[in-house]
């Protein structure tokens, strides 16, 4: 039941995007956000969908994937887009009846914000897909590291998470065979209702928070055992270091973006 | 090497884990640590590198105190400790990141992180598994991971509580193995906690632990002859010595020190 859960959505590969620097495309990630947030007019989001259908076929990821990652949002999109359908009134009235009220105006801005959904979390979602969580922690670690100057936990925070990843998976295994050693004493996880159900957790979740509590325990010893003293002082043995094709994707989001400025205001 | 003198250690008020223990670990010895459950194996360990600080007494690494916080991280770095949960005690996603968490810690220039991350995983057998996720992998190659990062360190004592006691057989010998390599092959001093006598007798010195003392010392041979004396403790004796004492029993004429099947051989043989 647990095992299933698989973590992040990293599509394994090659490509020149898997290879960029994981600070770039943290940092494209975000500026396609703004790119896509500066799109007034529907017509310019053709541009910021061609760079996300670029980078999709460049990176080799099949459409599907991206198309997965929408499915959790199905019901925040719909609901969106209905909304917006019915609050918008301006433009012509194409459906009147009681309440319910829908103009031209709310149909455009109905699509016009669904598109933009679509966008950013595809977005989002190509950076996960072509990124490896660990090396992801690692772009967070450095791009972070000018803020803890002041005293922002940048090292401890990437050392968390480092350490969630480590564990989720041993943490998911332990809930599996607690829950398969409870199910052989006769517990019931199937059967009843919602409530009925998350109170058949609770004999899977005690033992398992207090191995957690055991292991990080452990873990904190077998640390300081290896030395571990905080972030101070600590060296990496793969240094991350931009290359020539990190250049040229930086360049690709200031042409995305430069296109999207010019175009609206020129129209 | 590593001076324990007089140390006695509690946790809390009562509950005392250690009494006047005083040890003396000489550099490149091979020595195991035996004795039951809850006899203060673990905590003896702990104090090896600073993880406990004794109540009573003091605990000296090549003259540094344990006690000085300004020693702990020198000490750590000379004395590496290896646990028994193979699990809990490797950090991050990937095998050679592992590895090269200790000497990361340690400040040491990447080039020669990575170079000693390859020797340490050639050291224990495991260079193909570099890439692979922690989760992965078997009980002992796991503990074997745990002995790279270890190694990668260059530490002078290897410290192994109970590192094989969650093992298979198979896994168990993979750990014996490296661990007796690294000791005969760099000369690093071991001290290895152990359940299984068997695994005692592969020592240079066996320490015997009871209720938090040092009951007994000596070779293997000394310790695993005095069996009656063992037995009054609770303890066991190796399989192969309790065959020689049956032997003896029987009427055979074999040394009373015989701890290796080929001892054993080579006597009744002759
Ligand atoms: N954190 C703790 N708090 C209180 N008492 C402890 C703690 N850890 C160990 N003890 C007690 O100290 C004594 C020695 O424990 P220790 O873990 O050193 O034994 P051990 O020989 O390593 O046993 P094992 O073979 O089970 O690992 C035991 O009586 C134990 O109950
Ligand atoms: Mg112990």
Known sequence: MFKDITLGQYFPGDSVIHRLDPRTKLILMMAYIVAVFLVKDMWLFLFTALYAVGVTL?????????????????????FMFIINLLVTSTGEVLVEWWIIRITTGGVKQAVFITIRLILLVSGTSLMTLTTTPIS???????????????????????????????????????????????????????????????????????????????????????????????????????????????LWAYLSMVLLIGLTLILQAVL | MIRLDNVTYRYGEEGIALKSVSLNIEKGEMLAIVGHNGSGKSTLAKHLNALLLPTEGSVTVEGMDTKDPDN????????????????????????????AFGPENLGIPSAEIRERVNKALEAVGMTEYANAAPHMLSGGQKQRIAIAGMLAMKPEVLVLDESTAMLDPQGRQEVLEIVSRVNKEYGMTVVMITQYMEEAVMADRVAVMKGGELIMTGTPKEVFSRGEELRSHGLDLPAIARLRDELIAGGMDIPKDAITAQELADAICR
């Open chain 2, 72 to 99: 702990t991280l020198n000490i750590r770095k000379k004395v590496g400790m290896v646990f028994q949960n193979p699990d809990n005690q490797l950090v991050t996603t990937i095998v050679e990141e592992d590895v």
């Open chain 1, 136 to 246: 992801l922690t690692d772009g967070l670690e450095r791009l972070m590291m000018p803020l803890s100057r002041f005293r922002f936990p940048a090292h401890e925070l990437a050392m968390m998470m480092t350490i969630a990843l480590r564990f989720i998976p041993t943490l998911l295994e332990e809930a599996d065979k607690i829950t398969k050693a409870q199910t052989a004493r006769g517990a019931d996880f199937e059967s009843g209702g919602i409530i009925e159900r998350a109170k058949s957790m609770v004999p899977v979740l005690v033992p398992l928070f207090v191995s957690a509590f055991r292991r990080a325990d452990e873990l904190a010893m077998a640390m300081e055992s290896r030395c571990y003293h905080g972030g101070e002082g600590r060296t990496r043995m793969t240094v991350l270091k931009y290359r020539r094709r990190d």
């Open chain 1, 58 to 78: 460049i990176a080799g990821v099949p459409l599907s994937y991206l198309i997965r990652s929408l499915k959790p949002l199905k019901f925040i999109l719909i």
